[in-house]
């Protein structure tokens, strides 16, 4: 019998800093196995800079510092010795705007696993469906493989964009917002995919669209101006939140 791989995730008193401005404020949350977080706030409180801390995409940016740690089965992702490539293969991303590679469908899945040394044309065919069949993607491509991904929709083309973050086989999957550019038909396919994605991953999910947090995640963390003011259950903080911002927040009062 197969058992199921257990991966353990967690910040501990994470800061992220712009120069001097400090846009996350030491925030130390866990991210449990096959369950979906959202983290939720207005705009500009730190939830995308917290999310591309969490596989190092903060190091693009020449002016961003941590402090604090973010731990992936008791190894410090920031530490020297980390191999950003293989963090990003066990942290995946999925970002707002799809962004397919100009290449052909087959290709954008198959550019991962080639880079990770796979070279087997049947190996390379096999992680190409089964990427496309976990991103409920497979039976509307597999006849057009050798197509040009542009050649896609918006909602195809981000649902591509997950099946190219599966095929290097990730256990953790970070999403901004990864429906926000969708119309609302390819936003409940994302939707339904993110829920059966989580039996097998841990998700964290960037959105403003409280409904889509309360339909889909487990947890739901709420940030204001770079803190973390409450995290629960995410029917807790949609029935009975502890704090009166988070329900104002949520009720659509402000933000
Ligand atoms: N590259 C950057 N350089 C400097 N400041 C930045 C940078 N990216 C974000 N910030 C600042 O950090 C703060 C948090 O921004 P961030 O994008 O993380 O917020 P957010 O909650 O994701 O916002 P939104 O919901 O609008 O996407 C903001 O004040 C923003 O202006």
Same mark, same amino acid.
């Given at each position: 019998?197969?058992?199921?791989?257990?991966?353990?995730?967690?910040?501990?008193?994470?800061?992220?800093?712009?120069?001097?401005?400090?846009?996350?404020?030491?925030?130390?949350?866990?991210?449990?196995?096959?369950?979906?977080?959202?983290?939720?706030?207005? &705009?500009?409180?730190?939830?995308?800079?917290? /999310?591309?801390?969490?596989?190092?995409?903060? *190091?693009?940016? !020449?002016?961003? #510092? +941590?402090?604090?740690?973010?731990?992936?089965?008791?190894?410090?992702?920031?530490?020297?010795?980390?191999?950003?490539?293989?963090?990003?293969?066990?942290?995946?991303?999925?970002?707002?705007?799809?962004?397919?590679?100009?290449?052909?469908?087959?290709?954008?899945?198959?550019?991962?696993?080639?880079?990770?040394?796979?070279?087997?044309?049947?190996?390379?065919?096999?992680?190409?469906?089964?990427?496309?069949?976990?991103?409920?993607?497979?039976?509307?491509?597999?006849?057009?493989?050798?197509?040009?991904?542009?050649?896609?929709?918006?909602?195809?083309?981000?649902?591509?964009?997950?099946?190219?973050?599966? &095929?290097?086989?990730?256990?953790?999957?970070? /999403?901004?917002?990864?429906?926000?550019?969708? *119309?609302?038909? !390819?936003?409940? #396919? +994302?939707?339904?995919?993110?829920?059966?994605?989580?039996?097998?991953?841990?998700?964290?999910?960037?959105?403003?669209?409280?409904?889509?947090?309360?339909?889909?995640?487990?947890?739901?963390?709420?940030?204001?101006?770079?803190?973390?003011?409450?995290?629960?259950?995410?029917?807790?903080?949609?029935?009975?939140?502890?704090?009166?911002?988070?329900?104002?927040?949520?009720?659509?009062?402000?933000?």
């Amino acid at each position: 019998m197969q058992t199921m791989q257990t991966t353990s995730f967690r910040t501990e008193h994470l800061s992220v800093f712009y120069g001097q401005y400090e846009a996350v404020k030491n925030i130390s949350l866990n991210f449990p196995e096959q369950s979906v977080t959202a983290l939720i706030g207005p &705009s500009g409180c730190g939830k995308s800079t917290f /999310l591309r801390s969490l596989n190092r995409m903060n *190091d693009e940016i !020449s002016q961003a #510092k +941590i402090k604090g740690r973010i731990w992936i089965d008791g190894v410090d992702i920031n530490d020297p010795s980390t191999d950003v490539i293989q963090l990003r293969q066990k942290i995946g991303m999925v970002w707002q705007k799809p962004n397919p590679f100009y290449k052909s469908i087959y290709e954008n899945i198959a550019f991962g696993p080639k880079y990770h040394g796979i070279k087997n044309k049947k190996q390379l065919d096999e992680i190409v469906e089964s990427s496309l069949r976990k991103a409920a993607l497979w039976d509307e491509v597999k006849d057009r493989l050798k197509q040009s991904a542009l050649s896609l929709s918006g909602g195809q083309q981000q649902r591509l964009c997950i099946a190219r973050a599966l &095929s290097v086989n990730p256990r953790i999957l970070l /999403l901004d917002e990864p429906a926000s550019a969708l *119309d609302p038909v !390819s936003t409940s #396919k +994302i939707e339904e995919l993110i829920v059966e994605l989580k039996k097998e991953l841990s998700i964290v999910i960037v959105t403003h669209n409280m409904q889509q947090a309360a339909r889909i995640s487990d947890y739901t963390a709420y940030f204001y101006l770079g803190t973390l003011m409450e995290h629960n259950e995410t029917e807790i903080i949609f029935t009975n939140p502890d704090n009166a911002m988070t329900q104002e927040y949520i009720s659509g009062r402000f933000g």
